[in-house]
């Protein structure tokens, strides 16, 4: 009776897993475990009562908070929600769209047991890449610029990938960007390109998972979904599938000042891009996946607003996030505090506060560039 009580609960888990899409559907073994996660602990005959998957079967279905309590509302009814995307396998929600450009890629016979991808990251679609590069037997070559974080450089050394660092000061459009270097090595050397600013398999990595998600976790009330902007894929994937599932859910693109896509959106202007510190976010030029079709509206947000965001939701939630997440939670309780209506308002919270503890928590760093403000932030302090 137990068992079948069991069983009956492991085929339901499987299911579920496999109707959600995510799944890889290659299947095949690239490093001597099954890359498949749903048959694999069925064919070792304890599927009656163990239901234990791989690390990349973990991707997604993250953990939405009430993070509210860092807005100032003006009327009652507004909620503002964080995806937990930093509880991801890889610490980000990088994870979802890797896993969506692999599983095409092998699919589609563009990448072979055994052979190399290359990837142009700031850092956290790299991490992702050298983690799912590992487990599916693939080499990982990855390109960044100097303003990813060690702690990001490290991780993903870490991996095993081969990173390269581009020279600094040079512009996205410079030959010997970190954007360019991985299109001339994927050129050069055969190697499967992620290209994740263009490949949109990226935004339908979202569309397929994060979208659904959020939907899901708030019951369909998602009002505002609120993200900040690099490659567009979070935005655009997730904010098509929310629209679909309810055309009057606004999105909302978060942009560091500096970052071009606000002139972009408001006119279609492309203006030089300046320097922020924010890492992940805004960009200096137009990638393929960004959809400005589904950005409702723009909010430009400062590095310092960004990091003393950071430093309000780990002192005052516990929740210690990368600058990105800083940025986008800024923006959402700066919309939270202008609606005059009820709201359920979603922000994403892109990446772990780990990866940045030698920059926007650290004393140091903080006040070589000029933000102490940052420190001693009130956690009521907005
Ligand atoms: N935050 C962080 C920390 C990121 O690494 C990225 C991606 N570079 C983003 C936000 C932006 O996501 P997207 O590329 O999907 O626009």
């Known amino acids: 009776m137990a068992a079948e ?39 070792v005959g304890h599927s009656d009562f163990m ?3 791989r690390y990349e079967d973990m991707i997604g279905n993250t953990a939405m908070v009430d993070i509210t309590s860092l807005a100032s509302p003006k009327v009652p009814g507004i909620k503002v929600l964080g995806k937990c995307e930093f509880l991801n396998p890889g610490f980000s929600m ?16 563009h990448l072979k047991p055994g052979g190399t991808v290359v990837a142009a990251s700031s850092g956290n679609t790299g991490a992702a890449v050298a983690m799912l590069a590992a487990m599916r037997g693939y080499k990982a070559v990855i390109t960044t610029s100097p303003k990813c974080s060690q702690e990001k450089m490290d991780a993903i050394r870490a991996y095993g990938a081969d990173l390269r660092v581009s020279p600094s000061g040079v512009p996205e459009s410079h030959p010997d960007s970190y954007m ?51 490659t567009g894929g979070t935005i655009s994937g997730t904010g098509r599938y929310l629209k679909e599932k309810n055309p009057n859910i606004k999105c909302i693109l978060a942009d560091p000042y500096g970052s071009i896509f606000y002139d972009y959106w408001a006119e ?16 200096g030029s137009i990638p393929k996946c960004m959809d400005f079709n589904v950005v409702d509206d723009v909010i430009r947000v400062t590095d310092e607003e960004s990091f003393k965001t950071c430093h309000q939701l780990a002192k005052k939630e516990g929740l210690m996030v990368g600058g990105s997440a800083g940025l986008n939670t800024f923006a959402a309780i700066q919309l939270a505090n202008r609606l005059e209506e009820p709201a359920v308002i979603v922000t ?35």
């Open 268 to 283: 279609k202007k492309l203006v030089k891009p300046k320097k922020f510190l924010v890492e992940g976010v805004g960009k």
């Open 94 to 109: 990088k994870d979802r769209i890797v896993r969506n450009i692999m599983n095409k890629a092998e699919e589609l016979g």
């Open 180 to 230: 360019n270097m991985a299109k001339r090595l994927s050129k050069e050397n055969g190697w499967f390109d992620i290209n994740q600013y263009d490949n949109l398999d990226n935004p339908e990595g979202h569309y397929l998972t994060l979208g659904p998600e959020i939907w899901n976790q708030t019951v369909g009330r998602v009002t505002h979904f609120v993200a900040g902007g690099s």
């Open 348 to 382: 994403v919270l892109c990446d772990l506060g780990v990866k940045y503890l030698t920059k926007v928590y650290s004393e140091d760093w903080l006040t070589s560039n000029k933000l102490d403000s940052v420190i001693n932030v009130d956690e009521a302090d907005h």
């Open 5 to 43: 009580v069991q069983t009956n609960g492991v085929t339901n888990g499987l299911k579920q897993f496999a109707s959600n899409g995510y799944h890889h559907t290659n299947g095949h073994s690239t490093n001597g475990h099954s890359t498949n996660g749903v048959s694999k602990h069925v064919e």
């Open 51 to 53: 239901d234990i998957r």
